[in-house]
């Protein structure tokens, strides 16, 4: 199913049918099928890979042919790259003697049980996967098998099956990594052998059945709200009311954290649940109402579905209109890639990063992410020495339910290095931060964030931190709404946290959010004609750097500030003359938020909030706004973030809109 166009010097190779299982990744395997093995070395300029509609299983990356100059993976009707078994019509049974007895009792008529198919399995030699350390700081390295039975991952059996539960007591809060780190101040600083924490639940009733399912792990926020980790549990002890974890927590457990149990058979009690029986290579599953004869996924590959080539006579290379989804790892990757295209693309049931790139003028555009593991997209680039900017782009584009496996630091979008662009995505749905940024002069524009930092705490939708170096971002023209908090919990819209400098916020639209933003206690930022409807606290610019900050940033050998201002060369071309204030943030009033300006803001039913050091820190122009009484204001809020997304708004001096993605016909792929 090759077909060539020598003519026009592009050489196409037809992916056509779903039973090309496999082959796809096989060219230059052994017992590669025939028809899918590209000639080589190729001459030509352009490779065309169609994918016909229909699903291509890989067992191993796409293998990209090499020699071209340009590659295209195209995508006809809804072609479909997946990670996974797929089972078309599942046998579900009722469980064996064995398994009955290890199950809750109320769950046994409706618990099925399914075998995987032993020949399809044998495909990835790494086989079935089990439950991975993970979580802030601890980047999911590849996501454990998951089941997906009508598009929709099954949850792997838990307990409580919705929140967290909660803890009474700390036996031990095992050892403290966080505390060996070289930037944790001296005092401060001790090391000792790993230790997993010791806790009594508050709630002690399950432990005899947590004692019983083997292979459990505990996925919580055990200290700080912006934390999370998943923990093999160690053991349980019903008769003392205690659980042990295997490994210790970053910053050691604490009385305010929360957990959950998951991965425990003794669990699996609601509909939706299951779990692994990873020795027979059984599903065991409680399944959502209706779902007994739905097709059933397995996400099998470790590996990433495509892998970006680079280096020297790389080809460039364009994915356009594909379907990936259901796998462990990531869908496309490389590194060192230049002018890699993604677009027209659908990513869903993704275990780890969907998309991640280094490199320079990379573009997503018109792509939709729903229910990734991690990150949706993760792009660097760019040289900060020279500022150089490297000119990415991720546009228009709707990302939903990102975060999915691991809670914190997983973004929809994190962006580092310099020049970048994220213009009119819509993100919504996530437990964390919607997009992180870090580095210089990225343009985030004409973005929809909203329904996000759901699960956390002393977090924003749009991040970024602990940089005095971060200077020329602007975030421009962004409607950010519905992220309710409090102020103990300070949940914010955009978050410029731990003295990050130099950053402009500027005509952005924030309805019904906490804090509006948090400014925190950065020099040089710019906050100007932005309104804010309905939030807790339109402001925070706070001085916490001659606060809770100063011990961080008093000794410059253990500064992370410290640090990475170093590392810029901020008294040589072009730093010099484009950002000369940092000449002399040790010099002139050290710490404090020298700089800042609050200007020309309009407040719509939300109080200014709090400017902590205004001899640094300029406010002026700020204007309230007349409120609508009771309901009207819902009214309000409502309408201005409808007509923010179809057309132009101006509420006081902030002018915006439309935010999200442009509203374009989907691409209709050649035939
Ligand atoms: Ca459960």
Redesign the pocket.
């Known amino acids: 199913m090759i077909a060539f166009r020598y003519g026009s010097r592009v050489h196409r190779i037809a992916l056509a049918t779903p039973v090309a299982l496999l082959a796809a990744c096989a060219w230059t395997g052994p017992g590669a099928p025939k028809p899918h093995t590209p000639p080589a070395p190729l001459t030509t300029d352009t490779v065309v890979i169609d994918l016909a509609p229909g699903t291509t299983t890989l067992a191993a990356p796409l293998a990209l042919p090499a020699g071209a100059r340009e590659i295209i993976v195209r995508g006809h009707g809804r072609a479909t790259l997946s990670g996974g078994i797929t089972i078309a019509a599942p046998n579900w049974r009722a469980p064996d003697e064995r398994l009955a007895a290890a199950l809750?009792a109320e769950s046994l008529a409706h618990v099925r049980v399914l075998e995987l198919p032993a020949a399809q399995l044998s495909r990835w030699p790494e086989g079935l996967a089990g439950p991975v350390h993970c979580g802030h700081t601890v980047p999911m390295p590849v996501a454990p098998t998951e089941v997906f039975v009508g598009g929709r991952a099954l949850?792997p059996?838990?307990?409580?099956?919705e929140g967290w539960a909660t803890i009474e007591r700390i036996v031990d809060p095992g050892s403290v990594p966080r505390n060996a780190e070289p930037d944790t101040p001296a005092a401060q600083r001790s090391t000792e052998p790993a230790r997993g924490g010791t806790f009594v639940p508050a709630d002690r009733s399950r432990l005899a059945r947590w004692q019983r399912s083997g292979d459990a792990w505990m996925q919580g926020y055990w200290n700080w709200d912006w934390s999370d980790e998943q923990l093999p549990v160690a053991s349980v002890d019903p008769a003392a009311g205690t659980v042990t974890l295997a490994m210790p927590h970053r910053y050691g457990l604490a009385q305010r954290g929360r957990f959950r149990i998951t991965n425990?058979l003794g669990?699996?009690?609601?509909p939706g649940?299951c779990w692994i029986d990873r020795g027979s290579a059984r599903v065991v599953a409680w399944l959502p109402p209706g779902d007994e004869r739905a097709p059933v996924t397995v996400s099998m590959l470790a590996e990433p579905m495509i892998r970006i080539p680079s280096g020297p006579g790389a080809p460039r290379v364009t994915v356009e209109g594909v379907t990936f989804e259901c796998t462990r790892g990531s869908a496309i990757v490389g590194t060192g890639v230049d002018g890699a295209t993604v677009r027209d693309c659908t990513f869903s049931n993704v275990g780890t990063r969907a998309i991640s790139l280094d490199g320079a003028r990379c573009s997503v555009t018109r792509c939709t992410f729903t229910d990734i593991g991690t990150t949706g997209v993760h792009l660097e680039g760019g040289d900060r020495a020279t500022l150089t900017p490297g000119h990415h782009r991720v546009e228009d584009s709707t990302f939903t339910r990102c975060g999915r496996l691991q809670r914190t630091y997983a973004p929809a979008i994190e962006i580092a290095g310099v020049g970048h662009a994220l213009i009119r995505n819509e993100i919504s749905d996530l437990p964390h931060i919607a997009v992180i940024y870090a580095g210089n002069e990225h343009l985030i524009e004409a973005n929809h964030v909203h329904h996000v930092v759901q699960e956390t705490g002393d977090a924003g939708a749009i991040c970024i931190g602990r940089d005095w170096t971060a200077h020329g971002n602007v975030l421009r023209g962004n409607l950010v709404h519905d992220i309710p908090g409090s102020d103990a919990r300070y949940q914010n819209a955009f978050y410029v946290d731990d003295m990050a400098s130099g950053i402009t916020l500027e005509d952005n639209l924030v309805v019904r959010c906490n804090w509006g933003m948090l400014i925190g206690g950065g020099r040089d930022n710019v906050v100007r004609r932005n309104a804010f409807v309905a939030c807790g606290k339109a402001i925070m610019y706070d001085a916490r750097g001659v606060g809770w900050m100063a011990p961080h940033i008093a000794d410059p050998a253990t500064s992370t500030l410290h640090r990475r201002l170093a590392e810029m060369p901020v008294d040589r071309e072009p730093w010099r003359s484009r950002y000369p204030s940092l000449q002399s943030y040790f010099t002139d009033r050290f710490g404090r938020p020298v700089g800042g300006v609050v200007e020309g803001n309009a407040l719509l039913a939300t109080p200014l909030g709090t400017i902590e050091d205004r001899a640094c820190v300029t406010e002026s122009g700020t204007v309230a706004l007349p409120a609508p009484a009771g309901e009207g204001l819902a009214a309000e809020c409502d309408r201005l973030i409808r007509a923010a997304c179809t057309g132009n708004v101006r509420i006081g001096n902030a002018r915006l809109g439309p935010v999200g993605p442009a509203r374009v016909p989907p691409l209709t792929p050649p035939g």
Do not use: H, K
């Open positions: 809750p949850t059996a838990r307990w409580p099956n425990a669990e699996l009690d609601s649940e």
